[in-house]
C-alpha cells in the first residue's frame, strides 16, 4: 500500500523570494500542482489559487505571489522538470492566458491512470478513494475562490487535490513499468498540453461550429468573418462566447443574410439586444465577407457519409481489439478525430505512417494491425 502523507495544517507561502527559495530548495522533486480559478461571467479564467507540493511538503499560493516569483514561472516552462496534475487542460489554459507561459514537463495523472488500467476520464476522488480508501470532501468545489480568507474547509479541499498525486504518480508508474508503457505518459502528455496549445486564431474558430457544415462556401465566408469578430469582440469584452452571440446564431446568421436590422432581429437565437447594440456591425460584416475574395477558405468537415463511417466501424474495431489486449481505453488509444482523419489519410506505407495512431507508443501496439488498416482504407477508395 502507498504511504499517504497525513492531513496538516494549511501552510502559506505569502512572498514571491519566500516560493523562489521552497521551490529551488526542491528542485531535483516532482512538483505537485493543482490551481482554483473563477469563470463564471468572463472569457478569460481568473486565478483564484496556486497548491503546490513538494514530496510531502504542500503549500498554498495566493496568483500574486505565485505571478511574481521567477522561479514558479522557469519551473512551469522547464520541460526538464516533472509537473504532477490531475486533468490539466483549464490549468493549463490558465497558465497560458495569466502568466503568458507555454508550461512544458506537464504530466496528466488522468491520463497515466488511463493507460495504466483504471479506467477512462476516471474522477480525482474516485479513484483516491478506489486506490486508497480516503474518500475526499467535495463540499468546496464551487467556493469563492477569490475571497479572502478561506475557510479551513476551502484550504482542507485545496490541499487533498494535490497531496494525493505523488502516491498517484507511483501508482501510475508501477503499472505502466508492468505494461511496457512507461514512455507513454510522458508522450501523451506532451502531445495532449501541445493539442491544447494549438490556440485557435480568431479567423479560424468558425471551424469548431461544426453544424455550420451545411452552409454553401459563399455563406461558411460570412460565418468565418462573425465568428472571428465575436471571438475579438468576446475577448476584448472579456465575456463568455454565449453572452455576446450564441454558436447557432452565427449559423443561423450565416444561413439568412439578413440585409437590414429587421430581416436580423427575425434570425432564430438572435436576441433584441444584439440587435441594438450589433446590429450595424454585423449588417457590414455580412454585406464585406459577400464580396470578400474566398481564397484558402477551409470548409467545415462534414460528418462521414454512410460507405466512410462504414470503413470508420471496420477501422475501429481493429484498434478496439488492440486496446482491449493492451487493457487501454480506446478513447486514449485511437480518440474518434483521429480514427475520421486516418480516413482521408493516403493509404500508401509513408503516409500512414506519419498517423500518430501509428507513432510513439501507440505504434509499438498498433504495428499488428496497419496491414490490415491500410487495406481497409484502400478498398475505400479504389483506383
Not at 454585423?282 to 454585406?287: D, N, S, V
Request: net charge negative; proline share 7%; with cysteine.
Amino acid at each position: 500500500m502507498v504511504a499517504i502523507p497525513d492531513t496538516a495544517p494549511a501552510q502559506w507561502i505569502r512572498a514571491a523570494d519566500e516560493l523562489d527559495r521552497w521551490l529551488d530548495a526542491g528542485a531535483d522533486l516532482p512538483l505537485a500542482l493543482d490551481t482554483e480559478f473563477e469563470r463564471v461571467s468572463t472569457f478569460y479564467p481568473i486565478p483564484g489559487l496556486v497548491q503546490l507540493g513538494l514530496d510531502e511538503d504542500f503549500r498554498l499560493v495566493d496568483p500574486s505571489v505565485a505571478e511574481a516569483s521567477e522561479v514558479f514561472r522557469r519551473r512551469l516552462a522547464d520541460p526538464d522538470s516533472p509537473k504532477l496534475l490531475y486533468a490539466m487542460s483549464e490549468d493549463l489554459e490558465l497558465f497560458r492566458v495569466w502568466l503568458g507561459i507555454q508550461p512544458a514537463g506537464m504530466l496528466d495523472l488522468q491520463i497515466g491512470a488511463a493507460l495504466a488500467g483504471a479506467g477512462f476520464s476516471v474522477g480525482y476522488a474516485r479513484l483516491v478513494e478506489t486506490l486508497f480508501g480516503h474518500s475526499l470532501d467535495k463540499s468546496a468545489t464551487r467556493s469563492d475562490w477569490l475571497a479572502r480568507p478561506l475557510t479551513p474547509a476551502q484550504e482542507r479541499y485545496a490541499l487533498d487535490d494535490v497531496r494525493f498525486l505523488k502516491p498517484l504518480y507511483r501508482w501510475v508508474l508501477d503499472n505502466l513499468q508492468a505494461r511496457g508503457l512507461v514512455e507513454a505518459l510522458a508522450e501523451e502528455s506532451s502531445r495532449f498540453a501541445e493539442d491544447l496549445g494549438g490556440v485557435t486564431e480568431s479567423g479560424d474558430y468558425y471551424l469548431k461550429l461544426r453544424g455550420g457544415w451545411r452552409l454553401s462556401p459563399p455563406r461558411q465566408q460570412v460565418l468565418k468573418a462573425l465568428a472571428a469578430w465575436r471571438e475579438d469582440e468576446c475577448r476584448r469584452r472579456d465575456r463568455p462566447r454565449n453572452r455576446v452571440l450564441s454558436d447557432n446564431a452565427l449559423i443561423n446568421i450565416a444561413d439568412r443574410l439578413p440585409a437590414n436590422p429587421g430581416a436580423l432581429a427575425a434570425v432564430p437565437d438572435v436576441p433584441p439586444v444584439v440587435v441594438r447594440r450589433y446590429g450595424e456591425t454585423i449588417l457590414t460584416l455580412i454585406r464585406e465577407a459577400q464580396v470578400a475574395a474566398d481564397e484558402g477558405l477551409v470548409l467545415i468537415s462534414p460528418p462521414l457519409t454512410r460507405e466512410e463511417q462504414a470503413t470508420y466501424k471496420q477501422v475501429k474495431r481493429l484498434f478496439t481489439r488492440v486496446a482491449e489486449e493492451a487493457d487501454v481505453p480506446i478513447e486514449v488509444l485511437a480518440p474518434r478525430r483521429r480514427l475520421e482523419a486516418l480516413l482521408s489519410a493516403g493509404t500508401d506505407d509513408g503516409e500512414l505512417a506519419r498517423s500518430i495512431l501509428f507513432q510513439g507508443w501507440r505504434g509499438a501496439l498498433t504495428e499488428p494491425v496497419r496491414t490490415e488498416v491500410q487495406a481497409l482504407l484502400a478498398a475505400e477508395r479504389p483506383a
